[in-house]
């Protein structure tokens, strides 16, 4: 079973950057498909992107194609999410997910998570 832990999130005004880290332990995260989804006040979770365990495939919801990238390092047992040009509409709470199977933009179909962390994006 592997545990997860992300950091990284905080308040950054409209226009500005952001990296979110999950840090896995218990398992080597090489055996997963890595995802990031956010959840923002009174909504159901969004996935947000998915990276295949080689790090070869990704996927990214459209709302935040070409703003976000996702990557990861099997040897640091590390994921990211490297977020620019954020809105306010992307404030949430994000979470780190794994499932030890081909990558999915279902959110529902991840077996493990972490406990999230807050983004806030002031206008």
């Known amino acids: 079973q592997v545990q997860l832990v992300e950091s990284g999130g905080g308040l950054v005004q409209a226009g500005g950057s952001l990296r979110l880290s999950c840090a896995a332990s218990g398992r080597t995260l090489s055996d997963y498909a890595m995802a990031w989804v956010r959840q923002a006040p009174g909504k159901e979770r969004e996935f947000v992107a998915v990276i295949s365990w080689n790090g070869v495939n990704t996927v990214y919801a459209a709302s935040v194609k070409g703003r976000f990238t996702i990557s990861r390092d099997n040897a640091k047992n590390t994921v990211a999410l490297q977020m620019n040009s954020l809105k306010p509409e992307d404030t949430a709470v994000y979470y780190c997910?794994?499932?030890?199977?081909?990558?999915?933009?279902?959110?529902?179909?991840?077996?493990?998570w972490g406990q999230g962390t807050q983004v806030t994006v002031s206008s």
């Open positions: 997910a794994a499932r030890s199977s081909k990558i999915a933009t279902t959110w529902t179909l991840y077996n493990y």
